[in-house]
């Protein structure tokens, strides 16, 4: 504390340490090297050890400790300990310091530099990263989806960073890897989709089935966590039903212990996503044409919502077994969109019977009321 007496009781001098403090940070680590070396060694040379022609000692020490100790140090004028000097620079007494003072004494004319903080060349794309992100665009732009409720998804990365020779090896080691959405987010990717309900290690083994540039599992996540992590993930099981044909699959393949059955089985697996991918082009074409001014085409999606998201009153308790008969109003809710037209939503009490015919009733009214705006379905 004595050291610092004289900062702590001038204001004005202690506005020039803080000044002095503040440029000091807005260097970076080989610059502050060479001002704190540049400093030592004015004082070395006002001190008269060593000389200011060949910058050698001009005390006969032993060796270069001995004469750095008899080195005072200042600083705006203020004379400090060297452990004051060294914590006022932000840098340790040792190494750092004594090693920028050791150099002083050697007679040397700049500080010596440090690798760790050389700016470093970043390594040139690997075949194998290059592959792997081709892979991840591909699920990106084809089987992801887009959810109207964009909550957080945890992503299930499960297995070993080693070689696993099973899908049960991966589930009995589940890490959980919160995406990030402050990830480096890659140019084109405006918004965050959702795969369905699986795993990363589940990815990547479909990624080496289908046969591209084998690689390993770390090297998989460091590509997703990379340019994918804030952007692509998995959706929870409990949000939406999920597909028949895939449970299937994902279920042949977890009790299939035989390698070659299980590269088959991924194969066909993926042959069906392929198709989904497909359907879903047709449907986005037909959508394209629906909504196109003086289109011959009418597309027309409905779907009904799970009874329970609108039972009253809500509140969390009713998640107990205790409330399973206490008598909650419910309603049924169908949403028919026309695209390019219009949005029809209905709405009908719980105990009114929902059969095929009631879909047939909704989907005649909707015409109906399209009659005015589409003149080829006027009779």
């Known amino acids: 504390m004595t050291c610092y007496h004289s900062f702590l009781t001038d204001d004005i001098l202690f506005q020039k340490l803080h000044s002095y403090v503040n440029s000091w940070l807005e260097m970076d680590k080989l610059e502050q090297d060479q001002f704190v070396f540049s400093r030592v060694r004015e004082l070395a040379l006002e001190q008269k050890i060593i000389q200011a022609d060949s910058g050698k000692r001009i005390e006969k020490a032993d060796d270069n400790e001995q004469a750095a100790q008899g080195l005072q140090y200042h600083i705006l004028d203020v ?34 530099t440090d690798k760790r903080y050389l700016k470093r060349n970043q390594s040139q794309t690997s075949v194998k990263t290059g592959e792997v ?5 591909t699920l990106y732009e084809s089987v992801a989806e887009r959810l109207p409720e964009d909550d957080a998804v945890e992503l299930d990365m499960s297995g070993d960073l080693g070689n696993q020779q099973d899908d049960s090896e991966a589930e009995e080691s589940n890490v959980i890897l919160l995406a990030d959405c402050e990830a ?4 084109g990717h405006d918004s965050k989709k959702y795969l369905p309900p699986g795993s990363i290690y589940d990815e990547y083994k479909q990624y080496l089935a289908l046969g591209n540039e084998k690689c390993s599992f770390s090297t998989f996540i460091q590509v997703w966590q990379t340019h994918f992590a804030g952007i692509l993930g998995f959706r929870g099981k409990r949000q939406h039903a999920m597909c028949a ?19 088959r089985q991924r194969l066909l697996f993926e042959r069906h996503l392929a198709d989904q991918y ?4 047709i449907y986005w074409k037909t959508r394209g044409d629906s909504r196109a001014l003086g ?3 009418l597309s027309i999606i409905m779907d009904s919502v799970d009874q329970a998201k609108f039972a009253w009153p809500r509140s969390k308790v009713f998640r107990s077994k205790q409330f399973d008969a206490f008598h909650r109003p419910r309603l049924h809710i169908t949403a028919a969109i026309a695209h390019g037209h219009a949005v029809m939503v209905y709405v009908a009490h719980s105990d009114v019977t929902q059969a095929g015919a009631t879909t047939v009733d909704m989907l005649g009214h909707l015409l109906t009321r399209l009659k005015d705006s589409v003149p080829w379905l006027r009779p």
């Not at 497909?278 to 082009?281: A, E, I, Q, T, V």
């Open 79 to 112: 004379r400090i300990c060297r452990k004051a000097f060294a914590s006022l620079h932000l840098m340790g007494e040792h190494p750092r310091l004594r090693g920028l003072v050791s150099a002083v004494m050697q007679g040397r004319s700049q500080a010596p």
């Open 133 to 137: 992100y081709s892979y991840l665009e």
């Open 184 to 187: 480096s987010v890659t140019v």
């Open 245 to 263: 044909t895939c449970t299937r699959h994902k279920l042949l393949l977890s009790c299939m212990p035989h390698a070659a059955a299980r590269t």
């Open 278 to 281: 497909r359907d879903r082009m």
């Open 295 to 297: 289109s011959s085409t």
